[in-house]
């Protein structure tokens, strides 16, 4: 269980270290701050939430 989460933290602190160069590249063309981590995560949990509400609707229509 360490190894599986030791290896989700590596996954999301190269991930962040990712976005955050993004992010400065972007900041250092235009002037503007834009936190592309954020924008994917809120993305990412817009696409689940859509996702467990259309299967928790399928089952419910099943069940009727």
Not at 12 to 33: A, H, P, V, W
Not at 39 to 50: E, G
Request: charged fraction near 20%; hydrophobic fraction near 60%.
């Amino acid at each position: 269980m360490k190894d599986i989460l030791k290896k989700i933290g590596d996954f999301y602190m190269n991930l962040t270290k990712k976005f955050d160069g993004i992010s400065e590249m972007i900041y250092e063309r235009t002037g503007k701050k834009i936190n592309i981590g954020m924008i994917v995560l809120l993305i990412a949990i817009a696409v689940v939430m859509l996702w467990v509400v259309k299967v928790f609707l399928g089952w419910l229509v099943t069940l009727i």
